[in-house]
């Protein structure tokens, strides 16, 4: 190597865990791979390529879930095309174990770099394979990488399903850790689907499983998730399992798990009101994320002060941050995400009586909801969708999505907002009974209850694309 980089046809310098690391010109490295074909050893050297880096992979697992995570996350971006070509020969020369066990040990590694949607692909063409085992302990891993895959893309169905196979293998190859893991993501994916009783009893189950290895990231992450199911029904219990979740993370001195912890104590004191208090909690967190350069994480920090801002009446501020975090979230194909972005972006608009960039912003999010499924989550988009057409001055339209919201709402799997969201939609559904009258209010909020939760979207997404006349978008009836 040294002869080679005296010559020029290898450059030298450190890599992110300080070793000695070689690069090739691309001219190079053509003319070397034409020369590995040609040998007649390029099978051989592409195994043992393959094996190396499934040995990396293993290292890198349980580095990125460690006080090591910021340099194995370094470590990660820098060996990426080396996973990418280990993972491509090992695919198409049917190595499918050693693919298998690759990608099962990358869920992480695929946030690291930021492409979820690549690592999604990836995983799945793996489980794909034909003679995969699918008993194995490698086919258990790779299922529950994929279902955070699945959950990271917005394949929230998907998850579910994928997480559920997965903690059945788990348990039956008694590998606590994996299982833990497994139900953490499970918990946190029916969280989402609207089931938090089963969502807290997975997560519960996760921490008191991860409690007897030797594993405190994950256990720290674990506490994080079981704040995340309890926070809507039992903040104080929320707020103890975050607290205990920091403490872990400050014991290893994490700063990615550091930040997630108090990300979730400032989430708990928006919804308390607290804004001081949350504002402090949510810029530490977005510091340090920022510090260890995590996009998907700082992509949620500045969405979250976007929210905060719009509650404490900022709109610009909240616009700024609100804007950035859903450009950083395209970017990287969180769907979900995006969606959050876009609905807070929309009260934005409402607030500023802004009603095209309302209708804009919930009719995107609204076809991202559709998508992932989220009853709760659609209903709000089509409040939004109300309010948007109360404030052009479509009363009837209006008063039909209100009633939609309602219906779906009415289902345990559906909760609705709290706090000055939920005061906000109630006068504004108030305005438009008053502005109707009673009859006519009455028969239109029926006829959207009676809708089913197709039919509602639908009926949302065609009044969000109406280009009422100007006459009607002029009405002094607020959102």
Request: proline share 2%; charged share 25%; hydrophobic share 45%.
């Amino acid at each position: 190597m040294a002869a080679l980089a005296d010559c020029s046809l290898v450059r030298v310098g450190r890599g992110a865990d300080g070793r000695g690391r070689y690069w090739m010109l691309e001219t190079i490295r053509e003319f070397a791979q034409d020369e590995l074909a040609a040998s007649g050893e390029e099978a051989a050297v592409r195994r043992r390529h393959a094996d190396v880096m499934l040995g990396l992979t293993d290292r890198a697992e349980r580095g990125l879930q460690s006080a090591a995570r910021t340099t194995w996350a370094r470590v990660a971006i820098e060996e990426l095309d080396n996973v990418r070509a280990a993972l491509r020969w090992s695919l198409d020369q049917d190595e499918t174990e050693r693919a298998l066990r690759i990608v099962g040990n990358l869920d992480w590694f695929w946030d690291a770099v930021g492409r979820d949607a690549e690592g999604w692909s990836w995983t799945t063409a793996a489980l794909a394979k034909k003679n995969a085992d699918r008993s194995g302990w490698g086919y258990a891993r790779a299922v529950s990488a994929a279902g955070q895959l699945a959950w990271n893309v917005g394949d929230f169905a998907g998850s579910a399903r994928l997480l559920g196979e997965a903690v059945a293998l788990l348990r039956r190859h008694d590998d606590r850790r994996g299982l833990g893991q497994a139900l953490l993501q499970l918990g946190l994916t029916e969280l989402y689907l609207g089931d938090a009783g089963a969502a807290t009893a997975h997560a519960a189950e996760a921490v008191a499983l991860l409690e007897t290895t030797d594993d405190p990231w994950n256990l720290g992450l674990a506490l994080f998730g079981l704040g995340e199911t309890q926070v809507q029904r039992d903040a104080a219990a929320a707020r103890a399992s975050y607290e205990r979740s920091l403490a872990v993370f400050r014991s290893l001195g994490e700063p990615w798990g550091i930040a997630h912890a108090l990300s979730g104590l400032g989430g708990l004191a928006m919804r308390e009101r607290d804004y001081a208090t949350a504002r402090g909690l949510m810029e530490e967190a977005l510091a340090l994320r920022q510090s260890v350069q995590n996009p998907h994480a700082i992509a949620t920090s500045l969405t979250s002060l976007g929210e905060l801002a719009r509650r404490e009446g900022d709109a610009a501020r909240a616009a700024r941050r609100l804007e950035e975090g859903l450009a950083r979230f395209r970017e990287l194909g969180a769907r979900e995400q995006s969606a959050w972005a876009l609905y807070n972006l929309g009260l934005v608009a409402l607030d500023r009586r802004d009603a095209d960039a309302a209708a804009c912003a919930f009719d995107e999010c609204l076809t991202l909801r559709a998508e992932q499924g989220n009853r709760g989550q659609i209903a709000n988009a089509i409040a939004g969708a109300a309010r948007t057409a109360a404030l052009r001055g479509e009363l009837e339209p209006a008063a039909r999505l209100f009633g939609a919201a309602d219906r779906m709402r009415g289902s345990p799997d559906a909760p609705g907002p709290i706090g000055e969201e939920l005061a906000d939609e109630r006068r504004g559904a108030a305005r438009v009974r008053a502005a109707l009258g009673a009859a006519a209010a009455s028969r239109a909020f029926d006829e959207g209850r009676s809708l089913g939760a197709e039919e509602a979207v639908a009926l949302a997404s065609a009044t969000l694309r109406a280009r009422p006349p100007a006459i009607r978008r002029a009405s002094r009836l607020s959102a």
